[in-house]
């Protein structure tokens, strides 16, 4: 039996019908640049992240583009991230004229490492006249930009803590994170989205909650904040044609909208259904006596008894001898990815910052080792057992 890494037919036939109610409302009012819809779904992802305001945008790439831009981050300024995360993140930082700034990721959670990044702020960087840190490169640090990784928060509190004593605002990369719950310190859950000053996702088909095309959202606390977004996402558009600022199109498509809003109802128990196959390959790794060689993922808040403390974008496992297993399962049939391969600080495009090999030791570890497996909701327990199965007969 073949077991497919994702297989989004079987999340299509349940939403099919309401889905095709709402095109059709929406393909003979042919209106399709924002609009009520759009309007619908920023308000209905504002009630579900509990963040101040939404703002659709038409990726998620294009979502952190406009954020950076609003904050007016670029030459001479630095934002600190991760090197082990999708190549939009950093991407991004170097698009508007930044300089990204890595800090090495915790080996359990493969989130950016809050002691790492207060090492990368008190001892990397000097401090500058305003206080705030200053890189090796002579830049002003201007964020801290944590990636929420396969779905899991990052730290918040520590690296919280870190930017109120720098006074950095902190941008989430919630892009893998929708609906992910944190458990902070002052006792209240704090949702992906709404814990940062601002923050995006991505509706990336893949990603859990999935447009039919490429499609965003800014989330953030202040209203001016969103105010300035919702302006640069239309050409820096106020009254027509009239330019405030130089933006670009960064619009929602009417049409993604209208998928999504018809998606995120189920989106809770898709997450469900996804921690309920984690649960699984656990008893199942640990029935078949994998668990010494087979490093599963951690849920650091699970403790919390919070619901989506994990919502599983991807299931990530460290496997030995990893390139070997992965060509293995394949021949199988069974569905796996490597993410990420290369950590930003060694990609080709990144030449110029002059990294190396060692120089984020964990993040580099993580592309050796990692590999993805099946974990979409629908998939079955046999499936499951499938891939298990098949890693047991590898790995023997
Ligand atoms: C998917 C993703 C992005 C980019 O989102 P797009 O919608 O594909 O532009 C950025 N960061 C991370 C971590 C992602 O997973």
Redesign the pocket.
Known sequence: MAVPLLDLRLQYAQVKEEMQRRLGVLCESQQFILGVPVVELETAVRDYTGCGHAIGAS??????LAILMAMGIGRGDAVVTTPY?????AGCIHRVGAEPVFVDIDAATYNLDPAKLEECLRKKCRSGPDGRPVTAAGNRVRAIMP?H?FGCVCEMDRIGALAKEFDLPVIE?A??AIGADYPSRTGQTLRAGAIGEAS?F???PS?NLGAFG???MVTCREADFAAQVTLLRNHGMGAQYHHEKVGGNFRLDALQAVVLSAKLPHLDAWHAARRGNAALYRVEFEKLGLLDRVTLPVEPYAAAGLANHHVY?QYVVRVPERDRVREKLAAAGIGCAVYYPVPLHLQECFASLGHAEGDFPESERAARESLALPIYPELTPEQIREVTAALARILA
């Open positions: 990726s998620g790439t294009d979502a952190l995360t999708f190549f939009a993140t990636v990784l990369d892009a893998q995006y991505s509706f990336f990603k490429d499609a965003g974008h």
